[in-house]
């Protein structure tokens, strides 16, 4: 190696160091290169929600343990218009029967054979009238109703947003290789290879290192951030 590689690579060390970002580089073959990763990062929220209802009853026959959730289903479905959820924002399919003797030969736990389960699922983007019926199901349980529910949040253009922080982290990444550069004393010729590497959906409040991975449950959480990781190799001036 010679004085002039040593010296452009002692620089590269300095450089990286100022900008406080990982997976920058430079080689010298035939041709001069620096690789950069870009990032965007966003905080979005939601604009569309998905709210679903296990509604459960229990009977030591088929017919009644039927009637029971069909019964409480009426009483749900009743509430819900109550407090404002439209008719065509709730859909509804028919109960699933389980019989919990299947598997062994007698009751030996003293609870009813039956378990009927009803889902109900309601999509709206209003986001506001959901959860204010949602937090007053509580008097579903004053009735006998047993009844468990979840929200789903999700952004409905996630495509769109996806595309234009993928253009963002390109910028990104293009900005930090003209960094290096400069401080090489040269310039970027051009893209010599891009690639996207992470995109990643995650609650708000979770706190992570930029080279985390978050493979969690994101849906609960109304407000997300977006991170998006292009990484980049440009050729340099030789």
Request: charged share 30%; hydrophobic share 35%; proline share 1%.
């Given at each position: 190696?010679?004085?002039?590689?040593?010296?452009?690579?002692?620089?590269?060390?300095?450089?990286?160091?100022?900008?406080?970002?990982?997976?920058?580089?430079?080689?010298?073959?035939?041709?001069?290169?620096?690789?950069?990763?870009?990032?965007?990062?966003?905080?979005?929220?939601?604009?569309?929600?998905?709210?679903?209802?296990?509604?459960?009853?229990?009977?030591?026959?088929?017919?009644?343990?039927?009637?029971?959730?069909?019964?409480?289903?009426?009483?749900?479905?009743?509430?819900?218009?109550?407090?404002?959820?439209?008719?065509?924002?709730?859909?509804?399919?028919?109960?699933?029967?389980?019989?919990?003797?299947?598997?062994?030969?007698?009751?030996?736990?003293?609870?009813?054979?039956?378990?009927?389960?009803?889902?109900?699922v309601i999509r709206t983007k209003r986001l506001e009238q959901v959860e204010k019926a949602k937090d007053k199901t509580i008097e579903l349980l004053g009735?006998?109703?047993?009844?468990?529910?979840?929200?789903?949040?999700?952004?409905?253009?996630?495509?769109?947003?996806?595309?234009?922080?993928?253009?963002?982290?390109?910028?990104?990444?293009?900005?930090?290789?003209?960094?290096?550069?400069?401080?090489?004393?040269?310039k970027i010729t051009g893209p010599r290879n891009l690639s996207t590497g992470r995109f990643n959906i995650l609650p708000a409040d979770l706190v992570l290192?930029?080279?985390?991975?978050?493979?969690?449950?994101?849906?609960?959480?109304?407000?997300?951030?977006?991170?998006?990781?292009?990484?980049?190799?440009?050729?340099?001036?030789?």
């Open positions: 190696m010679n004085i002039q590689n040593l010296v452009m690579g002692s620089i590269a060390i300095i450089a990286i160091s100022a900008i406080g970002y990982k997976g920058i580089e430079t080689q010298k073959q035939n041709r001069s290169y620096i690789t950069t990763n870009g990032l965007s990062d966003r905080y979005v929220v939601s604009d569309s929600i998905i709210w679903k209802l296990r509604v459960e009853a229990e009977a030591d026959n088929i017919k009644e343990a039927q009637e029971r959730v069909n019964k409480n289903t009426e009483i749900v479905l009743k509430f819900l218009k109550s407090e404002g959820i439209k008719e065509e924002e709730i859909t509804s399919k028919d109960p699933h029967m389980c019989d919990r003797y299947r598997n062994t030969e007698s009751n030996k736990n003293g609870i009813p054979r039956f378990e009927a389960l009803n889902i109900i009735k006998g109703i047993n009844i468990y529910n979840e929200l789903q949040y999700s952004i409905s253009d996630i495509a769109k947003l996806k595309i234009e922080m993928i253009q963002e982290a390109t910028l990104d990444s293009e900005n930090r290789a003209k960094i290096i550069a400069k401080t090489l004393g040269t290192s930029s080279d985390y991975c978050y493979d969690g449950d994101e849906e609960s959480s109304r407000t997300k951030r977006i991170r998006v990781i292009v990484t980049g190799t440009y050729n340099m001036n030789s």
